[in-house]
Structures are given as C-alpha cells and as structure tokens.
C-alpha cells in the first residue's frame, strides 16, 4: 500500500514540475517532497486499515425449542436411536 501510495506522490511531483517548467534541480526536489507526501499517506492509510477490526455479531445460543427440532429431526432420520432421543430430550429440557 505504501509502495503505491510513495509512486502516486513521485507522480505527481514530476507532473507538477514539467507543468510549471521549473530547472531540474527544484524538478528533483519537488519529486523528492511529493515521495514524502506518498510515504506518509500510505503509511496512514496501512496503520487504519490494521486497526480496523471486523465487526463481531454476538451469536446467541439455540433456544430450548431449536435443540428440540434438531434432536427430533436426528431420530426421524435415523441417526440417533429412540433411547438417545429421549435421553436427549431429557437433558435439554432439565437445562430451562
């Protein structure tokens, strides 16, 4: 990001030389102050894209009833038996 930002600076430093037709030597240093300029807006631009984290949504716990559909929808696919459903079902209803 920098890198970039330090070209787009040189850029227009040498754009704005050739516009006003000023000698080389200012030429060169205007370039010099337009890298100065590039370098610290990328690095601003790099140190706000680090602190920005990503929003986190709080995810809540499945409701009493949702554990109930998914343990029930378990046995009617016959991937838990009739004693683990019930068992099941047991332990998510002593949990309210």
Same mark, same amino acid.
Request: hydrophobic share 45%.
């Given at each position: 990001?920098? %890198?970039?930002?330090?070209?787009? *600076?040189?850029?227009? =430093?040498w754009?704005? =030389? *050739?516009?006003? =037709?000023?000698?080389? %030597?200012?030429?060169?240093?205007?370039?010099?102050? =337009? $890298? $100065?300029? *590039?370098? @610290? /807006? *990328?690095? @601003?631009?790099? &140190?706000?894209?680090?602190?920005?984290?990503?929003?986190? @949504? !709080? /995810?809540? !716990?499945?409701?009493?009833?949702e554990?109930?559909?998914?343990?029930e929808? +378990?046995?009617?696919?016959? +991937?838990?038996?009739?004693?683990?459903?019930?068992a099941?079902?047991? &332990?998510?209803?002593?949990?309210?």
């Amino acid at each position: 990001m920098r %890198r970039y930002a330090a070209a787009w *600076g040189i850029g227009i =430093g040498w754009a704005i =030389g *050739g516009l006003i =037709g000023i000698p080389l %030597r200012a030429f060169v240093e205007l370039s010099m102050v =337009g $890298l $100065l300029v *590039g370098l @610290v /807006v *990328g690095s @601003v631009i790099a &140190q706000r894209a680090q602190k920005a984290p990503a929003p986190q @949504v !709080p /995810v809540s !716990p499945p409701s009493v009833a949702e554990r109930l559909k998914q343990v029930e929808k +378990l046995k009617s696919e016959s +991937l838990i038996s009739e004693e683990e459903y019930k068992a099941k079902r047991k &332990q998510i209803l002593e949990d309210v």
